[in-house]
């Protein structure tokens, strides 16, 4: 027992030793552009084009490496505004779909047409429209059911979505 007691122990110690070793963190971003300034009141970081990400966690800490976390408020690019409105009539239709463009000027669209499994059933390319052009679309041969009209500019920086039901 007496000789059992010490390995035991000494045992336990390496164990013990071995879980309360300190886990050393280097900051290390992968990014095309970055820096670092620290002065005696305060640190500054920033990355550009961060593509790597990786959490690490302690007992008491957690650390997301890769992504710098914002103090406040919000960064985003606003999109173009609509520079074009269209008015779809009759809806819900039965033979033909009247679409109708307030453009400020003139513009090259793209029309699709799908129904609600997203298959395209329907496609018209490089069509000039005119400010205050309607241009019919027969729905005749169309079972009845939910349509999706999916107008954009040729360099589809502009996208409008219409449901088009048809009875």
Known sequence: MKRVLPVIIGAFMVF???ISQEVQLTPTVISSAGNFHKTE???????LGEVAVTTLSGDNLVLTQGFQQPFGGTVGIEPDPIKW???AYPNPV?????????????TDFSLEVQDVSGRVLFQQEDDEVYPGDILPVEMSDYKVGLYFFRIATMDRKQVRVISIRKE
Do not use: H
């Open 16 to 18: 013990q030793t071995g």
């Open 85 to 87: 409105q269209i008015s």
């Open 41 to 47: 009141s305060m640190s500054l970081s920033w990355t």
């Open 94 to 106: 039965r033979n033909e779909l009247r679409l109708q463009f307030d453009l400020p000027e003139v």
